[in-house]
């Protein structure tokens, strides 16, 4: 605009939306001087004032970052070393952050799958008092991995079954209390090995709220989003040649509708008998306790003429096995974990003690199975899995060598065999990696591909118990067994 005549211009230069005059700046406070914060945190946590919040996050030193994997994210977020553990950083919006601060608050008091929150930062500036964006700090869950961290190599199609089979059941949970998540991904969740299938984690928030209940079109709306995100994300895979070719992503994505409704009508729906048939109150009841569910809460009808009874759970909570399974040994495990041990316990106690009483056998148990072999890892083996989950695999390990060994293998020999051919090919889920870069994350790839190469019996997604994998087993047990005691 050649004939443009500009009049009465401002002269006030602070005036917001004014270009930057070629000024000297002034002289900006020293390094460690990071103004005034405003902390909201569930917890005192003074190593928090110990990080650089007067950084953009995507600028933070590596000295203070921890290399673990990131889902995608509309956010800027850093994974940062606090103390002797590990916190998630994003940087957010004020209303979002607390928002998303509180409802995680909520549902950990609910006792849902989610990630702990840490405090909400506002007031962030850099040294020459430009504002920051607050943040929204929260820990990271140990041995969790983001769906895409799972895929190191082509993904088997009934891996990711379990996976979208864990999402529903996630959501499940959620729309039980009354919570309507509105961003259903596979993005926005963790994810734990949790005995051979996976257990699920709400990671984002930020969109949800928390109602009495849910409407039958908030869930079917929530659904319906999953679906969608789910598919999308599923045709970025397969472009990415990360999942089996033949894997279809829409009707793959269609199966977490079919998995939530069948277990949500378990849950809820309404049963009608006969009369005579009243022991299919307990057999509804037990169903639930196997899909891992208590009843604690339920509704019986009969009909005006007496003939028929009607049955509605009306108060379901997960965690069954878990709680049996803590009340027993003070252990706390994944559902399908804790089903999985409680099995071996049940077993040990008929084997080897079956007229003592329960609470006794347990603790036998948690002595002369569980504990010699969390022992018996090697020290740096030991960020591989949780505990529970190595014992349950290693349970598993030891049931096949005896169907393909044709005899009973000994708990230490069934430990050799299980470190030196399974466990040491795995990928270590709990490091924590200083120092990220481009070459690094090679470096990482090219290592686990090598590792695939030499794995003969199990991958990281193969689940536990293919008949093919004990070809050399027999091999394998003649080897000095390592002392579980």
């Given at each position: 605009?050649?004939?443009?005549?500009?009049q009465?211009?401002?002269?006030d230069?602070?005036?917001?939306?004014?270009?930057?005059?070629?000024e000297?700046?002034?002289e900006?406070?020293?390094?460690?001087?990071?103004g005034?914060?405003?902390i909201?945190?569930?917890?005192?946590?003074?190593?928090l004032?110990?990080?650089?919040?007067?950084?953009?996050?995507?600028?933070?030193?590596?000295?203070?970052?921890?290399?673990?994997p990131?889902?995608?994210?509309?956010?800027?977020v850093?994974f940062?070393k606090?103390?002797?553990?590990?916190?998630?950083?994003?940087?957010?919006?004020?209303?979002?952050?607390?928002?998303e601060?509180?409802?995680?608050?909520?549902l950990q008091?609910?006792?849902?799958?989610?990630?702990?929150?840490?405090?909400?930062?506002?007031?962030?500036?850099?040294?020459?008092?430009?504002p920051?964006?607050?943040?929204?700090?929260?820990?990271?869950?140990?041995?969790?991995?983001p769906y895409?961290?799972?895929?190191?190599?082509?993904?088997?199609?009934?891996?990711?079954t379990?996976l979208?089979?864990?999402?529903?059941?996630?959501?499940?949970?959620?729309?039980?209390?009354?919570?309507?998540w509105?961003?259903v991904?596979?993005?926005?969740?963790?994810f734990?090995?949790d005995?051979?299938?996976f257990?699920?984690?709400?990671?984002?928030?930020?969109?949800?709220?928390?109602?009495?209940?849910?409407?039958?079109g908030?869930?079917?709306?929530?659904?319906?989003?999953?679906?969608?995100?789910?598919?999308?994300?599923?045709?970025?895979?397969?472009?990415?040649?990360?999942?089996?070719?033949?894997?279809?992503?829409?009707?793959?994505?269609?199966?977490?509708m079919d998995?939530?409704?069948?277990?949500?009508?378990?849950?809820?729906e309404?049963?009608?008998?006969?009369?005579?048939e009243?022991?299919?109150?307990?057999?509804?009841?037990?169903?639930?306790?196997?899909l891992?569910?208590?009843?604690?809460?339920?509704a019986i009808?009969?009909?005006?003429d007496?003939?028929?009874?009607?049955?509605?759970?009306?108060?379901?909570?997960?965690?069954?096995?878990?709680?049996?399974?803590?009340?027993?040994?003070?252990?706390?495990?994944?559902?399908?974990?804790?089903?999985?041990?409680?099995?071996?316990?049940d077993?040990f106690?008929?084997?080897?003690?079956?007229?003592?009483?329960?609470?006794?056998?347990?603790?036998?148990?948690v002595?002369?199975?569980?504990?010699?072999?969390?022992?018996a890892?090697?020290?740096?083996?030991?960020?591989?899995?949780?505990?529970?989950?190595?014992?349950?695999q290693v349970?598993?390990?030891?049931?096949?060598m005896?169907?393909?060994l044709?005899?009973?293998v000994?708990?230490?020999?069934?430990?050799?065999?299980?470190?030196?051919?399974?466990?040491?090919?795995?990928?270590?889920?709990?490091?924590?990696?200083?120092?990220?870069?481009?070459?690094?994350?090679?470096?990482?790839?090219?290592?686990?591909?090598?590792?695939?190469?030499?794995?003969?019996?199990?991958?990281?997604?193969?689940?536990?118990?293919?008949?093919?994998?004990?070809?050399?087993?027999?091999?394998?047990a003649?080897?000095?067994?390592?002392?579980?005691?």
């Amino acid at each position: 605009m050649n004939g443009a005549n500009w009049q009465d211009e401002p002269t006030d230069y602070e005036m917001l939306g004014k270009l930057p005059r070629n000024e000297p700046l002034p002289e900006p406070p020293p390094a460690n001087v990071m103004g005034s914060l405003s902390i909201t945190a569930a917890a005192a946590d003074p190593e928090l004032l110990d990080l650089p919040w007067h950084i953009r996050l995507e600028e933070w030193p590596e000295e203070h970052l921890a290399a673990l994997p990131r889902g995608i994210s509309r956010h800027i977020v850093r994974f940062a070393k606090l103390g002797g553990s590990v916190i998630a950083v994003k940087e957010t919006g004020e209303h979002i952050a607390r928002h998303e601060y509180h409802m995680l608050r909520r549902l950990q008091r609910l006792d849902v799958p989610c990630v702990e929150p840490v405090a909400v930062i506002r007031d962030r500036q850099t040294p020459d008092g430009r504002p920051l964006d607050p943040v929204l700090v929260t820990r990271h869950l140990k041995f969790s991995l983001p769906y895409r961290a799972l895929f190191s190599q082509t993904l088997r199609k009934d891996t990711l079954t379990r996976l979208i089979d864990a999402q529903a059941l996630l959501l499940v949970r959620l729309h039980l209390i009354g919570f309507y998540w509105g961003d259903v991904s596979l993005s926005n969740t963790l994810f734990r090995r949790d005995a051979g299938s996976f257990a699920a984690y709400l990671v984002d928030a930020e969109t949800g709220e928390l109602y009495p209940d849910l409407s039958t079109g908030q869930r079917e709306y929530d659904l319906e989003i999953a679906r969608v995100n789910i598919a999308g994300e599923l045709m970025d895979l397969l472009e990415g040649g990360l999942i089996d070719p033949e894997v279809d992503p829409v009707a793959t994505s269609e199966r977490i509708m079919d998995s939530y409704r069948n277990l949500w009508a378990e849950l809820t729906e309404k049963e009608s008998f006969e009369l005579g048939e009243r022991w299919r109150v307990s057999a509804r009841i037990r169903r639930l306790n196997e899909l891992g569910f208590d009843v604690e809460e339920y509704a019986i009808k009969t009909t005006p003429d007496g003939s028929t009874i009607q049955l509605q759970p009306k108060v379901v909570d997960a965690g069954h096995h878990q709680r049996r399974l803590l009340r027993l040994t003070g252990l706390d495990a994944q559902e399908n974990q804790a089903r999985r041990l409680l099995n071996d316990m049940d077993s040990f106690r008929a084997d080897n003690f079956p007229d003592q009483d329960e609470e006794i056998s347990a603790h036998a148990w948690v002595t002369q199975v569980f504990e010699p072999v969390v022992r018996a890892i090697p020290k740096e083996l030991s960020g591989k899995l949780e505990p529970a989950e190595v014992v349950h695999q290693v349970l598993e390990h030891r049931w096949y060598m005896s169907e393909k060994l044709d005899r009973h293998v000994p708990l230490a020999e069934t430990l050799q065999s299980y470190i030196d051919t399974v466990l040491r090919h795995r990928r270590d889920e709990a490091a924590i990696m200083l120092n990220p870069d481009t070459n690094m994350l090679k470096v990482l790839e090219a290592e686990e591909a090598a590792q695939r190469d030499g794995e003969d019996e199990y991958d990281d997604e193969e689940e536990l118990g293919d008949e093919e994998a004990f070809d050399d087993e027999a091999e394998v047990a003649k080897e000095e067994p390592v002392d579980a005691d």
